[in-house]
């Protein structure tokens, strides 16, 4: 095993983004810059032991060349974690609840070994270096399958007493609406999510059999999915115009109630269904002025909703520099 010395000059911290088919990691200097990747398959099959072994992995290979320790490693996690301990509270899409995956890094690198969940540090990656850079109060969300948040205040990841804060997608805006995997009814990601705008536009479609959608998904709907959405709707279609519409004002609402609770000074949108910017940007900002609640106060500075810059690099720049601050601080 190689030795690794620590360093007072190196400003240089390693990111890891952990997901359910891939680890991908880099190593990030102190303005979020990636000087090198690496990525592993993530072993599933391997339970808890597998993945960290595929974290050390990661690691080994960004480090191969260096004889100097990283001042940090973080790792952003799909779930509930605790930074103090070092564990996976809970994460339903990897076998890892309840267990301690910091030990081993920390014993081969002797550097700080930081936790976050993901979407918090897509949230960071995006407010230093992405979209939100130079924001003191931003909020990111991601739409994908679901809907992830993280939420920075003051210049600082803000987690919560407990570190669960930021599960935005499941504020109910919908009472007694659709059933929610988190067991509530009407969460917002059952709504604005990729996977709510599908059910939204099957919803509509029913049983009629024309139209640039059903042509597009060859009259079978499980065929349809957010991207054959939107290239129907740029079509002209009208199931696909009307799914739009109620899925803009449908993100709207949620975006509403983020701009009444934390007022914050941009509002970064990301994931796969970002990827429609041209679709979405113009009449989602129409409708979030039409309710918003400052809008009594037009005079004064308003919330800016822009689409994310950094794609899948938010998260590992951010889980990276989950520790940046106390260094600079330091």
């Known amino acids: 095993m190689r030795a690794f010395r620590a360093s007072g000059v190196m400003r240089m911290y390693v990111g890891i983004d952990l997901g359910g088919t891939n680890t991908a990691a880099a190593l990030v200097n102190a303005g979020g810059g990636i000087i090198k990747r690496?990525?592993?398959?993530?072993?599933?099959?391997?339970?808890?032991?597998?993945?960290v072994g595929g974290l050390m992995a990661v690691c080994e290979t960004l480090l191969a060349d260096t004889a100097e320790a990283p001042l940090s490693i973080g790792i952003g996690v799909p779930g509930m974690v605790d930074d103090e301990t070092g564990d996976v509270i809970y994460t339903p899409n990897l076998p890892l609840s309840g267990e301690n995956i910091t030990h081993e890094l920390k014993k081969k690198y002797g550097c700080r070994i930081s936790l976050g969940n993901d979407a918090n540090c897509a949230a960071l990656g995006e407010t230093i270096?992405?979209?939100?850079?130079?924001?003191?109060?931003?909020?990111?969300?991601?739409?994908?399958?679901?809907?992830?948040?993280?939420?920075?205040?003051?210049?600082?990841?803000?987690?919560?007493?407990?570190?669960?804060?930021?599960?935005?997608?499941?504020?109910v805006i919908y009472a007694g609406g659709r059933k929610c995997g988190c067991g509530r009814l009407g969460c917002w990601?059952?709504?604005?999510?990729?996977?709510?705008?599908?059910?939204?536009?099957?919803?509509?479609?029913?049983?009629q059999n024309t139209g640039k959608l059903w042509e597009l998904c060859g009259g079978d709907i499980g065929k349809i999915d957010g991207r054959l959405i939107f290239d129907a709707y740029r079509a002209g279609d009208q199931t696909a115009r009307l799914a739009v519409e109620r899925y803009i004002n449908d993100l709207a609402a949620g975006i509403i109630n983020i701009i009444s609770i934390l007022?914050?000074?941009?509002?970064?949108?990301g994931g796969g269904i970002s990827n429609e910017w041209d679709c979405?940007?113009?009449?989602?900002?129409?409708?979030?002025?039409?309710?918003?609640?400052?809008?009594?106060?037009?005079?004064?500075?308003?919330?800016?909703?822009?689409?994310?810059?950094?794609?899948?690099?938010?998260?590992?720049?951010?889980?990276?520099?989950?520790?940046?601050?106390?260094?600079?601080?330091?």
């Open 129 to 171: 270096a992405g979209g939100a850079q130079g924001a003191k109060n931003a909020v990111l969300i991601t739409l994908g399958t679901g809907i992830g948040g993280g939420v920075i205040l003051n210049g600082n990841l803000y987690t919560g007493f407990d570190g669960a804060a930021g599960e935005l997608g499941h504020m």
């Open 280 to 330: 979405l940007s113009e009449p989602l900002q129409a409708a979030v002025d039409a309710e918003k609640y400052t809008r009594f106060s037009p005079q004064s500075p308003q919330t800016r909703i822009v689409r994310a810059k950094l794609g899948n690099d938010a998260g590992i720049i951010g889980a990276a520099l989950l520790k940046r601050l106390s260094d600079i601080q330091a």
């Open 189 to 207: 990601e059952t709504y604005a999510s990729a996977t709510g705008l599908v059910r939204t536009a099957i919803e509509i479609i029913g049983t």
């Open 38 to 51: 690496a990525a592993v398959h993530t072993d599933m099959h391997g339970g808890a032991i597998g993945v």
């Open 263 to 269: 007022s914050p000074e941009i509002i970064c949108v």
